[in-house]
């Protein structure tokens, strides 16, 4: 399992669901205001618009707070916000991409550095880890949405390059370019997926020592608390007894 899948399960078994799903809003309110401000109020012609709402439903959010987010892109009042990527290294040399909009890229690149700083790790230059992640179109069904043989025969004709089926659900990959066409095809097929969107997929995954795993998961938890922070991908991986007391902790 990838360090960021971990952090999540472990965040909602502390309790935390709350606060999380406020990050959560507040995350995609901020994309959908971008991406509707960007390429226009009308999903239909906005690729970009459509995904973000798509994740939005995904995760429960009101259709008043989405219609709300993107209106606030056409009322003048949303601010300039520009999509900054942030790479560097945690404890152990493991890899971290950070994805971020921001309305200033030095109060949020300081908030970055800082975290780096704090929990053993730093930040370095654009490109530094990237080259060993995939930049690719992820999306996720529910395991009830299909059986694995016929998620695997509708990914086929939409056009998609891979599909993980397990207990869990299935998750589609396809080229990131793809990502909006893929994902309409088998929504049109399969209905909505669980989410859709562009992820970082490491090529090898750096496996970690408890203690390691531990700053690790401290520091991905304060990359996420940045406000300005969308998205954090990292390549550590721990093994399950490792993973069971960590969660247990």
Request: hydrophobic share 40%; proline share 2%.
């Amino acid at each position: 399992m990838a360090g960021h899948s971990q952090f999540k399960n472990i965040m909602h078994k502390k309790g935390r669901q709350d606060k999380i799903r406020s990050k959560v809003f507040s995350k995609l309110s901020r994309e959908l205001t971008v991406a509707a401000k960007e390429g226009g109020p009308d999903p239909d012609g906005n690729s970009r618009l459509r995904l973000a709402i798509q994740n939005a439903r995904a995760e429960n959010m009101p259709k008043e707070t989405i219609e709300r987010a993107i209106k606030k892109a056409g009322g003048g009042e949303a601010d300039n916000f520009d999509s900054l990527r942030y790479e560097g290294y945690g404890p152990g040399g493991v890899a971290v991409i950070v994805e971020t909009l921001t309305d200033n890229r030095n109060r949020t690149g300081g908030e970055v550095r800082a975290a780096f700083t704090k929990h053993g790790g730093n930040l370095g230059a654009t490109g530094a880890v990237s080259h060993s992640f995939k930049h690719l179109g992820e999306i996720v069904y529910a395991a009830a949405a299909a059986s694995a043989d016929a998620m695997l025969d509708a990914a086929i004709e939409a056009g998609a390059d891979d599909v993980i089926s397990d207990s869990h659900g299935h998750v589609v990959s396809c080229a990131f370019e793809s990502l909006a066409e893929v994902s309409h095809t088998l929504a049109a097929k399969l209905g909505e997926a669980q989410s859709v969107k562009l992820v970082w997929r490491p090529q090898l995954m750096a496996p970690v020592d408890e203690d390691k795993a531990a700053t690790l998961l401290k520091l991905i938890a304060a990359l996420e608390d940045i406000d300005d922070v969308q998205s954090v991908y990292s390549n550590f991986e721990v093994d399950e007894a490792t993973m069971a007391k960590l969660t247990a902790a």
